[in-house]
C-alpha cells in the first residue's frame, strides 16, 4: 500500500506521540526532518501527520489517526487535497527515480505562499529528500525554511540526512524512526504475508532489519532468491566465471522496474557490513573476507553505494553496473 493511503503505522507511536503533542501545543515547528532506513515507515508517518492536519486535529486514543472513511483521508490518499501537496523525484521512461527537479521545488514553494483553500494548514510532504542533491533545489527550499509563511508544514522524509545542506538540517526538528523489534515484525508479516511460510517469514524479517516496507519489498521480488545469488557471487569470486557473472546481470537487468536490482545490490551490501561487524567483533566471517583487507572492504562497501545509487538515478544500464560491481569484489 502506498504511504499516503496506509491507514496503519507499526512501532513508531512514540514519534507519531511527539508530533501529535508538538501541534496541540501550539507552537508546531515548521518543517520536519523524518529519518532512518528504507521501508521504516518514514513516509507513512508524514502522510500520517499530514492526514491528522488537514482534517483539524482529531483526538482519539491512537496518535495521529484519522478515520479512512473520511473525505480528508480519501482526498489526500488520492492527491486531490488542495492544500496538500506532493514533492518527489520525478519518475524516468523506465520507472526509475532521479533526482528531484528545482522547477518541483519552486511549485512547491509557491504552493506555500498562497491562501489555505479551506482555510487550515497548507503540507507539502517532501519524499525523498535524500535525492535533492543540487545546491540549487535545497537553496530554493531554504528560502521557505528561513521565513516560512503562517499555517504551513514542510515534512522532509529522508534516509540520508547528511546528503541535506546543513542549513537545512539546522532549520528542521528532526526525528528518527528505529527499526521495529522482532515481535512487531513478526506480527505484521503473519497479517501482512499469510500465505508464506513462517521460515520463509523469519528469514525476511531478518534480512529486512526491523522495516517493513524492505520486507514486503523482498517478499515481492523474491528476496530470499536474490540473497542466494548474492552468497553465491560472494563464495565465488576467488573464482570468477565471466558467463557466470553475465548470466547474474542479465536476470537482474530484465526486471525493467530496477526493483530485483536494487534490492541485489542492497542485499550485497548487506552482507559485506554484516561481515565486517563480526569480523570486528572477533566473531566467525565469511572465507571470502579475506580476500581483502577490511579497511578494502569499507571502500567497496561505499562504492557499491555510489554505483547503485548512481545507476537509478542517471538511469544507466543496471547489467555493466552489475558487472562492474562484481568485477570490484573479484579484484586482488
Known sequence: MEPRANPDLVGHEAAARSMEAAARSGRLHHAWLICGPPGIGKATLAWRFARWLLAD???GATPLAVDPSSTVFRRVAAD???DCFTLEPNTGERGVKRILRVEDAREAVRFLTQTAAEGGWRVVVLDEAERADQAAVQNTLLKTLEEPPPKTVLLLVCAAPQKLLPTIRSRCRRI??????GPEMEALLARLLPDTPATDRARIAALADGAPGRAMALAEAGGLDLQAMVEASLAALAKPEPPRDHALADRLAADRTGGAFGIFMGLLRGAIAGALRDAARGRAAPPWLARHPLAVWAGLWD??????DDTERLNLDRKQAVLTGLDWLARP
Open 57 to 59: 486535529m482529531p483526538r
Open 80 to 82: 486531490t487535497h488542495a
Open 176 to 181: 528518527d524512526l528505529n527499526p521495529l523489534a
Open 303 to 308: 562504492r557499491l553505494g555510489d554505483l547503485a
